[in-house]
């Protein structure tokens, strides 16, 4: 069973810049989580898919990230324009119910 | 407070040992407990999963669960140095398939 695939795998960027990362779940997984994580701390929740719908975007910072699922499998996330402290690994995971989810191995940004 | 507290380390133990690692959480509606392990620069690894209360054992590991007392553990028997990474606790109340998270606790076993 292939696993979530995720891309870029790094991307280093300027500040104000814009930058997008695409994850493709493992299949027939209906739940699509995005996560910030910064270096020494747990994951943090940007937002959760159901199928194509929201079902949590509360810690999203909406003026400049945004997200899309489309047609309720591949997702892409964008942030415009990114800032200093948007630098950490950005980690797409998927579940088929309540026993985990299976992540990618993430997307390391940098911004300059 | 945070609903889920880990303490972060690092725990350093010699390489055979039984290491233990634990969360303590507020909500009681949690029903669902996951150990993930995540090795630097990688993304988590799912590596149990505990539905309630009590004890599920895969080879080395065992996890634990006393929804009593709000408490997780994860044990490793005769610890591996490819054991060394950050273990995360992660639960969830089940009902829209949240997962809450602790931060990681850094482990590292000496050869």
């Given at each position: ?7 870029p795998?790094?991307?280093?960027i ?5 930058v ?8 027939g997984?209906?739940t699509l989580?995005?996560?910030q994580?910064i ?24 003026d400049?990230f945004?997200a ?25 995971a ?6 985990g ?7 390391r940004?940098?911004v300059? | 407070q ?6 972060p380390g690092p ?17 009681s ?10 090795y ?16 599920k054992?895969?080879?080395?590991f065992?996890a634990?669960v006393?929804k009593?007392?709000?408490?997780i553990s994860?044990?490793i028997?005769?610890?591996?140095p ?11 109340a089940g ?6 998270w602790?931060?990681g ?7």
């Amino acid at each position: 069973e292939a696993g979530v695939a995720q891309s870029p795998r790094y991307k280093i960027i300027e500040k104000r810049q814009s930058v997008a990362f695409w994850c493709n779940p493992i299949s027939g997984h209906a739940t699509l989580y995005w996560y910030q994580q910064i270096l020494g701390q747990g994951p943090k929740l940007l937002i959760q898919f159901q199928n194509n719908g929201v079902v949590d975007d509360s810690q999203l910072p909406k003026d400049r990230f945004s997200a899309e699922r489309l047609k309720g499998v591949d997702s892409t996330l964008k942030i415009q324009p990114a800032k200093l402290e948007d630098s950490a690994v950005y980690l797409c995971a998927s579940s088929l119910d309540r026993r985990g989810a299976f992540f990618g191995q993430g997307t390391r940004l940098t911004v300059v | 407070q945070k609903e889920v507290e880990q303490d972060p380390g690092p725990l350093s133990v010699p390489e055979g040992a039984i290491v233990s690692l634990n969360c303590t959480y507020s909500n009681s509606a949690f029903q669902y407990f996951m150990w993930y392990r995540q090795y630097s620069r990688k993304g988590p690894e799912l590596l149990m999963y505990t539905y309630s209360s009590g004890n599920k054992e895969d080879g080395r590991f065992t996890a634990q669960v006393d929804k009593s007392s709000k408490y997780i553990s994860l044990f490793i028997r005769d610890s591996q140095p490819s054991d060394s990474a950050t273990y995360l606790c992660a639960m969830s109340a089940g009902s829209n398939y949240q997962l809450i998270w602790g931060a990681g606790t850094k482990l590292i076993i000496k050869p």
